[in-house]
Protein backbone atom coordinates (compact mmCIF):
# COMPACT_ATOMS: atom_id res chain seq x y z
CA UNK A 1 0.00 0.00 0.00
CA UNK A 2 1.15 3.42 -0.38
CA UNK A 3 2.85 5.61 2.84
CA UNK A 4 3.18 8.94 3.87
CA UNK A 5 6.20 10.40 4.80
CA UNK A 6 6.74 12.71 7.63
CA UNK A 7 9.81 13.85 9.73
CA UNK A 8 9.63 11.93 12.98
CA UNK A 9 9.88 15.51 15.13
CA UNK A 10 10.22 19.21 14.62
CA UNK A 11 11.20 21.50 17.41
CA UNK A 12 10.76 25.18 17.77
CA UNK A 13 10.67 28.24 20.02
CA UNK A 14 7.15 29.90 20.66
CA UNK A 15 6.34 32.70 18.29
CA UNK A 16 8.37 31.17 15.65
CA UNK A 17 6.91 29.27 12.62
CA UNK A 18 6.71 25.55 12.10
CA UNK A 19 6.62 23.67 9.19
CA UNK A 20 5.89 19.89 8.42
CA UNK A 21 6.08 18.06 5.54
CA UNK A 22 4.18 15.23 4.11
CA UNK A 23 5.46 13.73 0.73
CA UNK A 24 3.85 10.17 -0.75
CA UNK A 25 2.59 9.02 -4.38
CA UNK A 26 -1.23 9.32 -2.10
CA UNK A 27 -0.77 12.73 -2.82
CA UNK A 28 -0.28 12.49 -6.58
CA UNK A 29 -4.24 13.43 -7.39
CA UNK A 30 -5.96 12.95 -3.82
CA UNK A 31 -6.05 16.11 -1.18
CA UNK A 32 -4.00 15.85 1.52
CA UNK A 33 -5.30 16.16 4.99
CA UNK A 34 -3.83 17.07 8.39
CA UNK A 35 -4.43 16.20 11.82
CA UNK A 36 -3.52 17.55 15.47
CA UNK A 37 -3.69 14.84 18.53
CA UNK A 38 -2.74 16.22 21.81
CA UNK A 39 -1.99 13.64 24.64
CA UNK A 40 -5.35 11.82 26.05
CA UNK A 41 -7.84 13.25 23.18
CA UNK A 42 -8.92 12.20 19.86
CA UNK A 43 -7.31 14.07 16.75
CA UNK A 44 -8.80 17.01 15.26
CA UNK A 45 -8.84 17.97 11.69
CA UNK A 46 -6.73 20.86 10.78
CA UNK A 47 -6.63 21.01 7.40
CA UNK A 48 -8.62 19.59 4.79
CA UNK A 49 -8.24 19.76 1.06
CA UNK A 50 -4.48 20.77 0.79
CA UNK A 51 -5.13 24.34 2.68
CA UNK A 52 -8.66 24.67 3.83
CA UNK A 53 -8.91 25.12 7.69
CA UNK A 54 -12.38 24.18 9.17
CA UNK A 55 -14.49 26.43 10.96
CA UNK A 56 -12.65 27.07 14.65
CA UNK A 57 -9.50 26.36 13.57
CA UNK A 58 -6.90 29.13 14.35
CA UNK A 59 -5.39 31.41 11.31
CA UNK A 60 -1.98 30.38 12.68
CA UNK A 61 -2.79 26.92 11.06
CA UNK A 62 -2.39 26.94 7.14
CA UNK A 63 -1.85 24.02 4.56
CA UNK A 64 0.09 24.47 1.26
CA UNK A 65 1.00 22.20 -1.39
CA UNK A 66 4.01 21.17 -3.95
CA UNK A 67 3.65 18.25 -6.40
CA UNK A 68 3.41 15.13 -3.88
CA UNK A 69 4.16 17.05 -1.19
CA UNK A 70 2.08 18.72 1.02
CA UNK A 71 3.36 21.23 4.05
CA UNK A 72 1.35 22.44 7.30
CA UNK A 73 2.82 25.71 8.53
CA UNK A 74 2.13 26.45 12.08
CA UNK A 75 3.17 30.43 12.50
CA UNK A 76 3.79 32.11 15.64
CA UNK A 77 3.89 28.71 17.14
CA UNK A 78 2.02 28.75 21.29
CA UNK A 79 2.84 26.17 23.78
CA UNK A 80 -0.52 24.77 22.99
CA UNK A 81 0.06 23.45 19.69
CA UNK A 82 2.68 21.13 21.35
CA UNK A 83 1.21 17.69 19.87
CA UNK A 84 1.33 15.08 17.40
CA UNK A 85 0.24 15.93 13.74
CA UNK A 86 -0.72 13.46 11.37
CA UNK A 87 -0.98 13.68 7.50
CA UNK A 88 -3.02 11.79 5.24
CA UNK A 89 -4.75 11.24 1.98
CA UNK A 90 -6.13 8.38 0.17
CA UNK A 91 -5.59 5.89 -2.47
CA UNK A 92 -7.08 5.06 -5.65
CA UNK A 93 -9.14 2.21 -4.00
CA UNK A 94 -9.90 5.01 -1.31
CA UNK A 95 -8.29 3.47 1.35
CA UNK A 96 -7.05 5.72 3.81
CA UNK A 97 -3.51 6.50 4.35
CA UNK A 98 -1.81 8.29 7.12
CA UNK A 99 1.66 9.73 7.88
CA UNK A 100 3.74 8.21 10.57
CA UNK A 101 3.04 11.00 12.89
CA UNK A 102 5.20 14.10 13.75
CA UNK A 103 6.21 15.29 17.30
CA UNK A 104 6.03 19.26 17.55
CA UNK A 105 8.20 20.17 20.70
CA UNK A 106 7.71 24.05 22.07
CA UNK A 107 11.11 24.47 23.52
CA UNK B 1 -24.47 19.44 16.98
CA UNK B 2 -22.61 16.73 15.71
CA UNK B 3 -21.22 13.96 18.23
CA UNK B 4 -19.67 10.46 18.47
CA UNK B 5 -20.21 8.74 21.51
CA UNK B 6 -18.47 5.63 21.96
CA UNK B 7 -18.90 3.09 24.22
CA UNK B 8 -16.53 2.19 27.38
CA UNK B 9 -13.13 0.93 27.79
CA UNK B 10 -12.80 -3.18 27.20
CA UNK B 11 -10.32 -5.58 28.85
CA UNK B 12 -10.18 -8.55 26.71
CA UNK B 13 -8.29 -12.15 26.65
CA UNK B 14 -5.66 -12.86 23.90
CA UNK B 15 -8.25 -14.42 21.31
CA UNK B 16 -11.55 -13.12 21.93
CA UNK B 17 -13.30 -10.38 19.87
CA UNK B 18 -14.40 -7.15 21.37
CA UNK B 19 -17.43 -5.21 19.94
CA UNK B 20 -16.89 -1.11 19.88
CA UNK B 21 -20.05 1.24 19.32
CA UNK B 22 -20.11 4.24 18.07
CA UNK B 23 -23.65 6.90 18.68
CA UNK B 24 -24.04 9.22 16.44
CA UNK B 25 -25.99 12.16 16.68
CA UNK B 26 -26.50 15.86 15.41
CA UNK B 27 -26.44 14.41 11.64
CA UNK B 28 -28.17 11.25 9.90
CA UNK B 29 -25.51 7.98 10.42
CA UNK B 30 -26.24 7.21 6.45
CA UNK B 31 -25.21 10.15 4.73
CA UNK B 32 -21.79 10.28 5.92
CA UNK B 33 -19.31 6.94 5.51
CA UNK B 34 -17.87 6.11 9.14
CA UNK B 35 -14.28 5.00 9.72
CA UNK B 36 -12.42 2.90 12.55
CA UNK B 37 -8.53 3.59 13.53
CA UNK B 38 -6.86 2.92 16.50
CA UNK B 39 -3.23 4.52 18.02
CA UNK B 40 -1.26 1.90 19.97
CA UNK B 41 0.52 3.13 22.84
CA UNK B 42 4.17 4.13 21.21
CA UNK B 43 2.66 3.79 18.21
CA UNK B 44 1.32 6.79 15.17
CA UNK B 45 -2.24 6.91 14.35
CA UNK B 46 -3.44 3.51 12.01
CA UNK B 47 -6.61 3.43 9.89
CA UNK B 48 -8.69 0.15 10.13
CA UNK B 49 -11.63 0.14 7.68
CA UNK B 50 -14.48 2.35 6.75
CA UNK B 51 -18.09 1.58 6.60
CA UNK B 52 -21.03 2.76 4.71
CA UNK B 53 -23.80 2.89 6.51
CA UNK B 54 -26.41 3.45 3.46
CA UNK B 55 -25.02 0.42 1.21
CA UNK B 56 -23.21 -2.05 3.93
CA UNK B 57 -20.15 -1.16 1.98
CA UNK B 58 -16.73 -1.62 3.29
CA UNK B 59 -12.80 -1.34 2.90
CA UNK B 60 -10.43 -2.33 5.23
CA UNK B 61 -6.74 -2.04 5.83
CA UNK B 62 -5.30 -4.83 4.45
CA UNK B 63 -3.68 -5.92 7.93
CA UNK B 64 -7.17 -6.22 9.40
CA UNK B 65 -9.35 -8.01 6.45
CA UNK B 66 -10.91 -11.25 7.90
CA UNK B 67 -10.49 -10.33 11.31
CA UNK B 68 -12.84 -6.70 11.11
CA UNK B 69 -16.90 -6.54 10.97
CA UNK B 70 -18.94 -3.40 10.74
CA UNK B 71 -22.49 -2.87 11.41
CA UNK B 72 -25.01 -0.33 12.19
CA UNK B 73 -28.35 0.19 13.64
CA UNK B 74 -30.03 3.34 11.88
CA UNK B 75 -32.64 3.01 14.35
CA UNK B 76 -30.36 4.04 17.08
CA UNK B 77 -28.00 5.69 15.22
CA UNK B 78 -25.10 3.29 16.10
CA UNK B 79 -21.81 1.95 14.23
CA UNK B 80 -20.37 -0.78 15.62
CA UNK B 81 -16.96 -2.57 14.79
CA UNK B 82 -15.70 -6.23 16.15
CA UNK B 83 -12.15 -6.95 16.25
CA UNK B 84 -11.84 -11.10 16.20
CA UNK B 85 -8.60 -12.97 17.18
CA UNK B 86 -7.40 -10.13 19.55
CA UNK B 87 -3.92 -10.07 20.64
CA UNK B 88 -1.92 -8.14 22.62
CA UNK B 89 -0.80 -5.73 20.04
CA UNK B 90 -4.39 -5.03 18.94
CA UNK B 91 -3.88 -3.32 22.78
CA UNK B 92 -5.45 0.39 21.61
CA UNK B 93 -7.59 3.16 21.99
CA UNK B 94 -10.17 2.57 19.28
CA UNK B 95 -11.62 5.84 17.81
CA UNK B 96 -14.77 5.73 15.42
CA UNK B 97 -14.97 9.42 12.57
CA UNK B 98 -16.62 10.41 10.02
CA UNK B 99 -16.16 10.87 6.35
CA UNK B 100 -18.04 12.46 3.31
CA UNK B 101 -17.93 9.57 0.92
CA UNK B 102 -14.75 9.54 -0.67
CA UNK B 103 -16.53 9.23 -4.49
CA UNK B 104 -17.16 13.17 -3.37
CA UNK B 105 -13.39 13.60 -3.71
CA UNK B 106 -13.15 15.07 -0.02
CA UNK B 107 -11.52 12.51 2.30
CA UNK B 108 -11.33 14.40 5.99
CA UNK B 109 -12.68 12.70 8.77
CA UNK B 110 -13.96 15.97 10.39
CA UNK B 111 -15.53 14.87 13.64
CA UNK B 112 -14.17 11.81 16.14
CA UNK B 113 -15.01 9.65 18.42
CA UNK B 114 -13.36 10.24 22.50
CA UNK B 115 -11.69 6.69 22.36
CA UNK B 116 -12.37 3.62 23.56
CA UNK B 117 -9.67 1.79 25.46
CA UNK B 118 -8.81 -1.80 24.32
CA UNK B 119 -6.51 -3.47 26.65
CA UNK B 120 -5.61 -7.21 25.49
CA UNK B 121 -3.78 -9.37 27.98
CA UNK B 122 -4.15 -12.71 29.79
Known amino acids: SSELTQPPSVSVSPGRTARITCSGD??????GYWYQQKAGQAPVLLIK???ERPSGIPERFSGSRSGTTVTLTISGVQAEDEADYYC??????????FGGGTKLTVL | QVQLVQSGAEVKKPGASVKVSCKAS????????MHWLRRAPGQGLEWVAW????????MYAQKFQGRVTMTRDTSISTAYMELSGLRSDDTAMYYC???????????????WGQGTLVTVSS
Open chain 2, 51 to 58: FNPNSGGT
Open chain 1, 26 to 31: SLRGHF
Open chain 1, 88 to 97: QSADSTYTWV
Open chain 2, 26 to 33: GYILSDYY
Open chain 1, 49 to 51: KDS
Open chain 2, 97 to 111: ARSRPPEYGDYGNDY
